[in-house]
C-alpha cells in the first residue's frame, strides 16, 4: 500500500514540476487558464494538502476563481470527458477506496442510495491477490486469471437483503481466504484461476444486480460506471449485456485512461462545480 507521509514528501518534490509540463504540453500558462480546481476530500491528508496549497497559490497569485473537488465527484465526471449525460445518471462508483451507487438528477445533483459497509470492491480484489500470492495490484491480475479459470469454487454472493442498496465483501474476501486455507490444509490443490473466477463472479453478480434494480426503481436513462474497477473487463462485458433488459438507457464507461485517478477528470468536475456554484458563466 501507500505510505502516507512518504506520498506526501514525494508529492511536494514532483508538484512544481508535474503543473509546468502539463501547461507546457497544453501551450498555456497560469494567466490564460480560467479556473483553478483541486481534489480536496477523500484521500491521504497530507498528500491532497500539497494539491491544496498549490492551487490555492495559483489561484491568489493569478486571481483565479478556485473550486475543492470531492474525488468521487471527479470519478463520475471522468464519463463527461467522452458522453454527454442523460438525466436521471445512475452512477456506480467501484475503486479501491469506494464503492457505491448515486443518482443523480442534473449536473452536481448527487443523491448517495448505497454505499460499501465495510471493504470497497478494489480492496477486496488487493486482499484477495495477496492471500492467492499472485501480486498487486490485485484488481487487473485477479481479472486476468479469471478469464483462464471457471467459478467452480462455492463463495457467497452478499446482496444483504432485496431492497438494500449497500454492498458487503468482507464476507466474501473472508470465504476466499478460509477456502483457500482449508483446501491447502487438506493438501487439496488449488486451482488460482477457479478461484480467481469464482471470487470475481460473486463481485460481478452483486455489482449488476443492485444496478440494474436502482436503474429500474429510480427511472435512470444513464448508467455511467466509474473509478479504477470501471477498467474490468467482465464487469464492462457484464453490464453491457444486462442493460440490454432496460429499453432506453444508455451505458457508458470511462476509457482505460480515465479509470485510475487522474487530473483531467478533476478539471470537466471542476468546470461543472464552478457553473453550479456560479463562479463561471455558462459561456
Known amino acids: 500500500g501507500v505510505v502516507p507521509e512518504i506520498a506526501s514528501r514525494h508529492h511536494i518534490e514532483k508538484i512544481t514540476y508535474v503543473l509546468e509540463e502539463a501547461l507546457t504540453d497544453a501551450k498555456v500558462w497560469y494567466q490564460d487558464i480560467d479556473l483553478v480546481a483541486c481534489t480536496a476530500t477523500p484521500g ?93 495490484p490485485g484488481g487487473p491480475i485477479i481479472d486476468k486469471m479469471a478469464k483462464l479459470g471457471k467459478p467452480v469454487y462455492p463463495l457467497p454472493h452478499i446482496h444483504l437483503g432485496k ?34 473466477a469464482s471470487f470475481q463472479n460473486a463481485v460481478i453478480d452483486v455489482l449488476c444486480e443492485k444496478t440494474l434494480r436502482a436503474a429500474r426503481e429510480f427511472g435512470a436513462k444513464h448508467i455511467i460506471v466509474a473509478g479504477g474497477v470501471a477498467a474490468n473487463s467482465s464487469l464492462r462485458e457484464t453490464l453491457t449485456e444486462k442493460v440490454k433488459e432496460l429499453p432506453g438507457v444508455r451505458l457508458s464507461f470511462p476509457p ?17 462545480q ?5 463562479l463561471i458563466n455558462n459561456n
Not at 438494500?164 to 487439496?188: C, M, R, T
Request: aromatic fraction near 10%.
Open 163 to 196: 431492497d438494500s442498496y449497500d454492498f458487503s465483501f468482507s464476507g466474501l474476501k473472508s470465504a476466499v481466504i478460509n477456502l483457500n486455507h482449508k483446501l491447502i490444509q487438506n493438501g487439496e490443490t488449488v486451482d488460482k484461476n477457479d478461484l480467481a
Open 256 to 272: 482505460f485512461k480515465y479509470c485510475t485517478d487522474n487530473a483531467a477528470m478533476i478539471a470537466v468536475a471542476g468546470y461543472y
Open 44 to 136: 491521504l491528508v497530507g498528500s491532497l494538502m500539497v494539491g491544496v496549497n498549490a492551487a490555492k497559490t495559483i489561484s491568489l497569485a493569478f486571481d483565479k476563481p478556485l473550486v475543492m473537488v470531492n474525488h468521487i465527484h471527479g470519478h463520475i465526471y471522468a464519463n463527461r470527458l467522452v458522453s454527454e449525460f442523460t438525466f436521471p445518471v445512475l452512477a456506480l462508483v467501484v475503486s479501491g477506496g469506494h464503492t457505491e451507487l448515486i443518482l443523480m438528477k442534473d449536473h452536481f445533483e448527487f443523491e448517495k442510495l448505497g454505499e460499501t459497509l465495510d471493504d470497497a470492491v478494489g480492496e477486496a480484489y488487493d486482499k484477495v491477490a495477496r492471500v492467492v500470492e499472485v501480486g498487486y
Open 274 to 278: 464552478a457553473k453550479k456554484e456560479k
